[in-house]
């Protein structure tokens, strides 16, 4: 399009080895210029990079992984970029190299990846910024679901997500390294990514995400009446929670929203559609009640 751009390919092994470890590998090139729709084509934002990733199977149902990145980002600026680039600019220039080291840990005790009906599914991830490039920072995230099967079909599942981000050289945290909420997938009812601080420059009001979240999820799936036990096929009703946050995540200023939708196992893939109703809103809250995605439970 022409406000961003992406260039990927990547590749996902599986079975690297005899013994299971698995092997991802990606390099891509990203161009956003959010601002272009407003008249400002001058603003920019180009990132180029590539990350490798092992992980090694150690039991049954864990995961260990490691992996390594390189990103080069360069900004043009305007004078409507947004502050808090500006911020970023003063400190680490319109030019950065990092170079992130990964570390994570995943425990899928689910029944089904595509559906799940029982059982948990959690992961961890640490990623750091090391001092090779020039963004010295470290984010953690950690995810937990858990899947109730009731009876007939009907599934009660429980989703909890945190993430934290913070600089270990007393700069202010990146905000191109900042976490996004709002939309399926997160909180429904609200556009996508745009929860949080905006930077309001008269022309547009663009999202700016935060060093931190939350994120909580209730979702009640049922078979579709005379379907039987059908799982290609099912309703479902949701209540959403969460939000960005400057620092340290809290249950204050939580957005929330309810809502009801369609779930089908498609040739394409899983396909979600939901109509969210906000309940927490506020008057600068960007809303968007139908929604639809590609993808697995949550």
């Known amino acids: 399009?022409?406000?961003?751009?992406?260039?990927?390919?990547?590749?996902?092994?599986?079975?690297?080895?005899?013994?299971?470890?698995?092997?991802?590998?990606?390099?891509?090139?990203?161009?956003?210029?959010?601002?272009?729709?407003?008249?400002?084509?001058?603003?920019?934002?180009?990132?180029?990079?590539?990350?490798?990733?092992?992980?090694v199977p150690y039991s049954e149902v864990d995961r260990v992984f490691f992996g390594i990145g390189i990103e080069t980002l360069s900004m043009t600026t305007s004078i409507n970029t947004p502050y808090a680039y500006q911020t970023y600019i003063s400190q680490y220039g319109t030019s950065t190299l990092n170079i992130p080291l990964t570390v994570g840990w995943a425990r899928d005790g689910r029944d089904s990846a595509l559906v799940p009906s029982r059982g948990t599914y959690q992961q961890s991830n640490l990623e750091v910024g090391t001092a090779?490039?020039?963004?010295?920072?470290?984010?953690?995230?950690?995810?937990?679901?858990?899947f109730l099967p009731l009876f007939k079909g009907n599934v009660l599942s429980f989703n909890g997500e945190v993430g934290y981000g913070a600089t270990y050289n007393g700069k202010e945290f990146p905000v191109t390294k900042n976490y996004y909420v709002g939309g399926i997938g997160s909180v429904r009812g609200y556009e996508p990514g745009t929860l949080g601080r905006y930077y309001d420059n008269g022309l547009t009001k663009t999202p700016l995400g935060g060093a931190s979240k939350l994120i909580g999820n209730v979702e009640y799936t049922f078979p579709i009446p005379g379907s039987g036990v059908d799982k290609t096929l099912r309703l479902f009703g949701f209540f959403d929670a969460?939000?960005?946050?400057?620092?340290?995540?809290?249950?204050?200023?939580?957005?929330?929203?309810?809502?009801?939708?369609l779930s089908w196992i498609s040739p394409l893939g899983p396909l979600k559609f939901s109509y969210g109703i906000?309940?927490?809103?506020?008057?600068?809250?960007?809303?968007?009640?139908?929604?639809?995605?590609i993808g697995t439970a949550f």
């Open 132 to 146: 090779i490039g020039d963004l010295e920072y470290y984010r953690a995230y950690y995810q937990h679901q858990y």
């Open 278 to 293: 906000p309940l927490s809103k506020k008057p600068e809250d960007r809303l968007q009640r139908f929604q639809f995605q």
């Open 1 to 55: 399009g022409k406000t961003n751009r992406t260039l990927a390919l990547s590749n996902y092994d599986p079975y690297f080895t005899e013994d299971g470890i698995s092997r991802f590998t990606e390099v891509y090139t990203r161009t956003s210029k959010p601002l272009y729709y407003a008249g400002d084509t001058e603003y920019q934002i180009k990132s180029t990079g590539g990350s490798f990733k092992l992980g």
């Open 242 to 261: 969460g939000n960005v946050y400057e620092k340290t995540p809290t249950f204050s200023e939580l957005r929330t929203s309810y809502g009801f939708g």
